[in-house]
């Protein structure tokens, strides 16, 4: 037996096992939902705090790795041993660098999801995922559908802002809860900005059971790359489920996703020779290309925002890293400026360029056994790239933890005409035995 074959047979170990074939379902659900659930009970029940959610999060990722145990071989505990320890130590060098800062140990939870849903997803099955990527899309879809339509009964379901606040995310006495009228900050466009997509939908921005838009714009844009990537692998267009894709996307207004769904299109119908080549430095020439462009902009100083376009954002982006010193780069000394809009900057002021190189390239050496899952990867891959121009969003376990379970679970299946064929190779090999 080949070890490509025992590679496939350990990927699938628990592939058989029902018991665990329901966990993986229900804790990608659980990654998903879990935010409305505590909003629900901040609404209904008690009182919650950032550390419910801390613990949630927790409490999820640890029964993940519980379930990968059997496929958790030494490269993967070496992997998840080297990102807890890298992590943690760059976290207490910045707080002994800081001590106002505190001890941040969020970074740690972020590069630990890409892993070990990867796993879990690798002991899946197809199969299984496009029954998790079916149920998730229907949950989704009812609720965004729900918000949008009846939005006073969704806000007495899920009083979002009262949630932000008692997790510390918003500030009571922020005047621009006045305007978010019970929903997130981003939950409504500015009068001044207005939607911009189909403006005749109003300035409402859908979250569904995500509370806030650009997570359900990045499901979205996943579930798309998805349906269209199954429709080449089945040679049946999965129309339904693209067009669940836009409609989610429509509804949470995020244009930073419509606008790369071409692209993302483009990525997974090119050839992945083609691709890897481009993707792979794709982060490093942006980064560039933002420094470059903040450093002709003016004013310098200390970054801030100047206003609600991507232009602006990118500009913000830019401006945060051409702030950085060497401490910054290292990963060593937080950021002066905020990085929630900045993701390239979020990352290297956590893990250092050096730690992001790391992983960009562990990343883009995923293998897997057929030419569809080199495309996804990449069509993922650059849109982790693109968006951590103007965003941290792609961290979030609601839409990370299905991203990379996905992945994994494409990573084992082969050619379809490999599949197709092997029937036909048995029953020769077996005629010629007889």
């Known amino acids: 037996m080949t070890s490509t074959d025992l590679a496939g047979r350990r990927d699938r170990v628990f592939a058989d096992n029902a018991e665990l074939t329901w966990l993986a379902g229900l804790l990608i659900v659980a990654a998903i939902t879990f935010n409305a659930l ?9 009182p919650i705090n950032n550390s419910y959610v ?3 999060e927790a409490l999820i990722l640890t029964i993940t790795i519980l379930a990968c145990y059997r496929i958790i071989d030494q490269k993967y505990a070496l992997i998840i041993t080297a990102i807890v320890v890298y992590t943690t130590v760059l976290a207490l060098l910045r707080a002994a660098i ?3 800062e505190g001890m941040n140990l969020k970074i740690v939870r972020d590069f630990l999801i890409p892993v070990t849903f990867l796993l879990l997803g690798k002991g899946s099955n197809i199969r299984v995922a496009d029954t998790i990527v079916y149920v998730a899309t229907v949950i989704i879809l009812f609720f965004a559908l729900f918000e949008y339509f009846y939005l006073d009964a969704y806000l ?3 009083s979002i802002t009262e949630y932000y606040v008692a997790r510390g995310t918003l500030d009571a006495a922020d005047p621009s809860l006045q305007w978010a009228h019970g929903l ?4 409504m466009r500015p009068p001044e900005q207005g939607r911009e997509l189909l403006s005749f939908l109003g300035g409402h921005r859908v979250s569904s059971l995500f509370l806030e838009p650009i997570s359900l714009g990045n499901f979205g844009c996943l579930i798309a790359f998805w349906a269209i990537a199954r429709s080449r692998m089945e040679q049946k267009l999965r129309f339904w489920s693209i067009a669940a894709g836009i409609v989610l996307i429509i509804l949470s207004d995020t244009r930073f996703n419509a606008a790369f769904l071409g692209v993302g299109v483009l990525i997974l119908l090119l050839s992945p020779r083609l691709t890897t080549p481009a993707v792979l430095a794709m982060p490093f020439v942006v980064i560039f290309g933002l420094i470059l462009a903040a450093s002709g902009a003016e004013p310098h100083g200390l970054p801030y925002l100047e206003g609600y ?3 602006d954002r990118l500009l913000y982006s830019g401006r945060v890293l051409l702030d950085f010193d060497l401490y910054n780069w290292l990963g060593i000394e937080a950021s002066r400026a905020p990085t929630a809009d900045a993701g390239f900057a979020y990352v290297i002021s956590n893990i250092g360029l050096l730690g992001f190189a790391a992983f960009w390239i562990w990343f883009m050496s995923l293998g897997g056994r057929s030419r569809y899952f080199y495309a996804f990867r990449n069509t993922s891959a650059a849109y982790f790239a693109a968006i951590s121009c103007v965003s941290t969003s792609q961290f979030t376990i609601k839409t990370a933890a299905l991203l990379w379970f996905l992945m994994g679970a494409l990573s084992v299946v082969q050619n379809r005409e490999v599949l197709v064929r092997a029937p036909a190779r048995q029953g020769s090999c077996e005629a010629v035995k007889t």
């Open 184 to 187: 997130m900050l981003s939950g």
């Open 54 to 56: 801390v613990g949630a």
């Open 38 to 46: 505590l909003c629900f009970v901040n609404t209904h029940v008690a």
């Open 156 to 158: 007495k379901v899920f």
């Open 98 to 100: 800081s001590p106002e």
């Open 309 to 311: 376009s991507f232009k």
